[in-house]
């Protein structure tokens, strides 16, 4: 069986306004159309495919903070906002979308942005690559300015979460810390560290499509995760609230 991919970013508490998510959210919009052409437009979520592509979201900040209130949870304020998105395509296996959740500044939340990937076709081998995911981790560090995230296949991110601290990063294919979890320690080859801005770094385990299945692949993240457990990186991150 094949295996399937997602990516995620994850942050503690944060109040922000709708207006301040809907700019965080423009400039993700903005960066997700140069990491691939199957991210330049999307659509709110519908009954059906047709009545979604009848509801583009625009890339605009006015119309963004419309849409973050419509997600507003309407009797927790503190809960933040919700804001999914769909790419449009037809075929379940090539879909594509992404939903948010900003502005939660409650411990009984975690503000997320999270990717659904294809699972298998012309358009999965396009996107489940080491430079595509890592393209969307970056987009989402610049934007939403996250604690951590992830790329991985969900049979690894199974085998993960069982040994993982609650709250803590978690080792992927490809992962991203923020540079205030700590500096990142020098790693074994294949390993790749790339540094997003001023914001955190990128570290990718291999070039290759990582699989749980691959003996190769499960020892070097093994390796990984113990040199960034040692080195102080894989602690349950503290909720930030300003």
Not at 26 to 49: T, Y
Not at 52 to 74: S, V
Request: glycine share 8%; aromatic share 8%; charged share 25%.
């Amino acid at each position: 069986m094949n295996e399937t991919y997602y990516a995620g970013t994850y942050w503690g508490p944060r109040k922000e306004s709708p207006e301040e998510c809907a700019r965080r959210m423009e400039i993700f919009l903005a960066n997700l159309r140069d990491v691939d052409p199957a991210f330049a437009s999307w659509c709110q979520p519908g009954k059906s495919r047709k009545d979604a592509l009848k509801r583009p979201i625009e890339p605009n900040r006015a119309g963004l903070a419309k849409l973050m209130l419509r997600g507003k949870d309407r009797v927790f304020e503190d809960l933040g906002f919700r804001f999914s998105a769909w790419n449009g395509v037809d075929d379940d296996y090539d879909a594509t979308g992404f939903d948010v959740h900003c502005g939660g500044y409650t411990d009984a939340v975690r503000n997320t942005c999270v990717f659904t990937l294809p699972g298998r076709g012309p358009l999965a081998d396009r996107v489940l690559t080491a430079s595509v995911l890592a393209g969307l981790l970056r987009a989402s560090a610049v934007a939403w300015e996250p604690h951590w995230g992830v790329a991985a296949s969900h049979a690894h991110g199974k085998l993960i979460d069982a040994r993982s601290v609650k709250g803590a990063p978690r080792i992927g294919w490809v992962m991203y810390l923020a540079n205030h979890c700590g500096a990142v320690p020098p790693l074994p080859a294949p390993v790749r560290i790339e540094p997003v801005a001023d914001r955190g770094t990128l570290i990718v385990l291999t070039s290759e499509r990582f699989t749980a299945t691959n003996p190769e692949h499960a020892a070097l993240a093994e390796r990984v995760w113990e040199l960034l457990d040692r080195a102080g990186l894989l602690k349950p991150v503290q909720p930030v609230t300003s």
